[in-house]
């Protein structure tokens, strides 16, 4: 039985909770670390109003005494700031009111759950599908991964990203090391290293901006430190590539994610696309290169994990789309709910986190123990096996 | 408890084995269209030697009586046609003999999972990681689709697919309808519509063969019929597209996946991207475009599901990438084993396989029911819902 | 993907929290009965100081609206009313502190998780274990339980309960309808239909208390109004009988689990043990007896489902038994944690919730749907498909 | 993700077939002991006629090569031996042919799944139901839990049982050392340690068959060398007492399961039941009885494993039973299949592989590793780990 988690909570409810199960005891929680992940979340050129006003934090009420897990599930709640200003609207018991009072929903937005939602479960105030499908769940999401974040930081396994495009501007390549990549990311405003790019992105966003519209991008995610042998190909579902795969598909707005050249392998010739086989006695076996981005046959080969996913633009807008009325079935044009112009930062750090989530979990099917330090001893006892090869 | 399968089986020993369980009963079992599905893989320019020696087949051993399903687990046999061959190197008892008889492999070739998963299994003869992970199982992940596919058809469901690029070739863009589609993609050696295209890849493979290299590509998979609510937004696992995502990308040597317009929608702005929604009485709810690719918050909104993934070239070569034998720790040109130069039509086929088990899956979630009669009423159930809406 | 929970929280701890996933939209909640579910746990003669300073209650803080289910999943969080005297014993983030500050558990007793649990987690504050390991998780198995239970009531599905033994004192067979038996055993202090026994079971508690034991019993869980058909023969873990029996055995302290006869099936004659088959027009297919508890072939078979399970003592005792400090390696008396002598009534309730949870999961798998219309429509189809059958 | 299998196969079907995933690497298999477990479960005074005629063998056709696991998943056959005289019986495709011919059934034998199945999977043949749910899908079982028997004797785990009881006959209680039990019921026709009891149950046997009855039985299973700290208490579904009972409970014809004293610990004291926990330093922590038959809270503490499960009798009889004709509605007198007057024997066997089973699932979730060699070495690192507690 592996590492697992659920969450359940609304954008608008009380809070977002989690619940994680299966983390090893005695991992030191580093709470600071831990909110940490959910201001980069948070931050980011081109959030709305809503970035501002909630600081959000995760607390955790279960699994964790005096600062370090115990090996019982942990309980993660993020309280949503603003909930008194909707203890009515998001009252969880029946209340009066007209529809107007309960900010009923019947004029589903395009390119979101609402309609297809509603249809599913037959729910004609499209505000209790908005609240769920929203993408407010990935502030708990980043706290589950940061909880990851710290038990692969424990055996040296660290994860950074970046900023590669948002909407017309890219990023240009670069091959930093992984340390400075983190360093740089973290001081731009969009998550990229390039200075230059920043400034132009930030151009960008604000001219989408003041068109009412908005703007995706592609993000990239780094994973360096990683042992040979996590996931495998006996199994379709034991592929640690296709378990990422999904995880980065299912952040909300998502509609693509590639490993390493992606969808460059495509185009390539065979002898321009594998990663040829070296040794030495100091660093063991390696890569020469690292076109299939740390994976061959769904198991990690040792070297960096890259993931790339692609968000499309939010669709809440300021210029409208053509919907309609579920009540009526008349046409209007869409209404706005939130005011992000582009939120592809944001999503950059909830690419690191599922990400997180699944190495942590793959490492831990593949080392068992239920401590810390029996994982440490089974760790090294694998690395003397990769050694002695 | 949903639909499930596992396989089992090596590409050079008696078998592939799978059981799927979780099939209704009273689902007609059309024998030559499940053998149809195993030989539309085994076509396609391109393809080496065995792809002519073996005529697939896939025998059910189980769950099926008199040409329908009772309910039960169904077990697929896929059998390998020149087993007679490899009776020593593959027996499963202890044989005595020379690495040579065993046909051990000790130089592991760049670009697959020999060398990953003999540290991860501590093999020492990669033979025993190459027989699992070779693509050869993709043979009865075709049977189970096919299967899955059965089940789809017999509520309108249909699924087609396309191969968009092989290598620097790629298909123009073409908007056909599904029918079409199909028929002409059958008709053609490379899966592709057009046939200046077909020609163009067919000449494009020939070069690649010559030149000693492989090729990749593109592969597009369509699925038109599906009602309005498969998957959901409610949980990060249940969202349909993102199973997609892990299915694919589980497909040997698939590098990427992407929905709808996948990686452009990083470029578009918003007002490009989204489907504006449309209503007439007749349709009920539709869409003025399909750049979603048929999901909006992870669940179907009734628009045709469009999926596309990227195969990179096979890693087998005549021309030879650098590698390391595990015995001697010296460095060698890595072997070839096989003489594929493209791979990328039967992939199509293979992707298509995959994609129609998880809608099955999705679908049977959202319907439940044991038999296609109760599968049926609560299907038809759900359409007036829908109506009524 | 079926109906799934997960459960955190420590005895001592701010509070027990659950997420209960993929419940349909539009149940509406009583939020009285899962609250009265809550009260019948803590009720029960012979219960200890805590169980009447605490007053549990459940509260929703995600996936209800206005009173109704939304399709998202349900946060549920019952708080410890006595978490304000444990804020530094069991606090989240480090502190200081000696060893008697902290509460730390050096003393393992035999019974409990303890020493198992502090030798597989490497934890030598035992705390650690027994914080999670307590029996204090039912409160919020309960709370799940009755999400589940007010879904079954919706089709007219109905859960009582009673206890039949409690230590030497065992309650005389009968035959009452289920509607007196809840009502009777609500009644009584001990749960029981019989006032005579009742008295019984009271002056045996209150000696067993008089001599520091304690004292386990049987429970009796039975649920009408289920349809034929759930569960299945078609896999080992699809049988339903089966997965009642992991839930029952899984309360703490259960150590054993029968259905129907049970144990007695194995002196019997097969002549005296299967319930022979009947008909009429009215009534459909039925049961002259039902010994076997309403399953055959791990399927529910129209019959009430009637399943018993044993509790054994609570091994707090006041009656120290010999065990060994895990500091010192010293024997010593086993400490007294808390004061229940009999928590026999309460497991009655637990189980009941456990029971009605996983036939709710069942229900769900075989009828599919994503609203509470959606399902009605589909078991509506069902009742005729078994009356045309 | 853990060890997991699925079974397919019908009674009469040319084969019964499994899959196991999840086994490590370089198992060595010794085929025999495979085979001899299913020779086992033939084994037994009252089986009838086909036990004679078959003899059961198991044969892998993936996942072992050269005598050894070698990660991938295992494909295990059990052919039919007559199949040839029900291959237009059960065929797989479509035939021409009277229900005679086809030897439909459409009356349901009361005790069996028939009715149920029928009524489930709207199917009007029977022979459907009966031919999946039939216990002959135990001997594929038994092949499963041979597998795991041999993991787990790798690291010095054994597995025995023994018949309590048959129908009116119960054994005498035994504290034999499981290597004398093994030996003694492995002697015995009826599985027991006892030659006086063996005469008293064959003589019972002989009776029951006489009058045309049928009977059941309890048995008992005991496992020894067992770590501490396998299963868990942090959550419902980690208890490996709970998998156990479902694991038993989903045996065909099993209605009730115990662990340790089971029912009796309803009746016994606290001070009664516990077991005292002792210390030395030659063997560590140790108990000083074992009532509890090895688990505290989900948990194994290292003392012996001991379950019980309780099988009704066959209930496929002579003596009839009454029932009704699907098709006419009209009352008959229920028809006999097969002639086993008591299989309690072979259910002993069944039940051990079950349990090996689930006890080698959580030893692999406990010690992760995916070769042999690593398990040892995590194994071997957690042994150190409880010495140095």
Known sequence: MSLRYLTAGETHGPQLTAIVEGMPSNLRIDFEALNFQLLRRQKGYGRGRRMQIEQDRADIVGGVRHGQTTGAPIALVVANNDWKHWT???????????DEEKRRVHRPRPGHADLNGGLKYDLKDLRNVLERSSARETAVRVA???????????????????VLRIGEIAAPANNLPLDELISRTEASSVRVVDEETEKKMEAYIDQIKKDGDSVGGIVECIVEGLPVGLGSYVQYDRKLDARIAQAVMSINAFKGV????????????????????????????TRASNRLGGFEGGITN????????????????????????????????????????????????????VVAWEVAKAFLEKFGGDSMEEIRANYDNYKRQLENY
Request: proline share 5%.
């Open 302 to 353: 040792g070297m960096p994990v890259v993931v790339r996913g692609v968000m499309k633009p939010i669709p809440t807008l300021y210029k409208p789309l053509r919907s309609v009325d579920i009540d009526t079935k008349e046409a209007f044009n869409a209404q706005v709910e939130r005011s992000d112009a582009c939120a592809v930062p944001a999503a950059s750090v909830v690419m690191e986190s």
């Open 144 to 162: 589950v991964g940061a909880l990851a974040r710290q038990l692969l930081e424990a055996f040296g396994i660290r994860i950074g990203g970046q």
């Open 88 to 98: 009515k609207i998001m009252n969880i018991e029946p209340i009066e009111g007209t």
């Open 258 to 285: 590639e490993i390493g050249i992606g969808f460059e392998a495509g185009i390539l010739r065979g002898s321009q696309v594998h990663d040829e086989i070296l040794y030495s006695e100091e660093t063991g076996y």
